[in-house]
């Protein structure tokens, strides 16, 4: 199994800073392919980016491109989110996500296994 536990998560005011950290665990076979995600009330889960944990390999979804950026530190099995130049729309439950395979795109269904959630909210 592979357990994913996301943390980071506070209020900040607009064009503030936040990182966020997923620690993931489990059987490192199935969770090659980190994801970060996010669903604000009433809307559909977001793919924000993605990582292939043992090349470094990286993409982003067009909204985020430039303000978020996905790293990891493979000794401490972390997965990072740094978000800058945060709006009120970034406001949400943000998730991270695994899978195998990084071959495909962002779409939430795709990815296997889940976090709880941290919850980023950006107000004045």
């Known amino acids: 199994q592979v357990q994913l536990v996301e943390s980071g998560g506070a209020p900040v005011q607009p064009g503030g800073s936040l990182r966020l950290s997923c620690l993931v665990s489990?059987?490192?076979?199935?969770?090659?392919?980190i994801g970060w995600f996010r669903q604000a009330p009433g809307k559909e889960r977001e793919g924000l980016a993605k990582i292939l944990t043992p090349t470094g390999a990286v993409s982003y979804a067009d909204p985020v491109k430039g303000r978020f950026t996905i790293s990891r530190d493979n000794a401490k099995n972390t997965v990072y989110l740094q978000m800058n130049s945060l709006k009120f729309e970034d406001t949400a439950m943000y998730y991270c996500a695994a899978r195998k395979y990084c071959t495909y795109g962002l779409d939430a269904s795709g990815f296997t296994y889940w976090g709880q959630g941290t919850q980023v909210t950006v107000s004045s």
């Open positions: 489990g059987d490192p076979d199935k969770r090659p392919c």
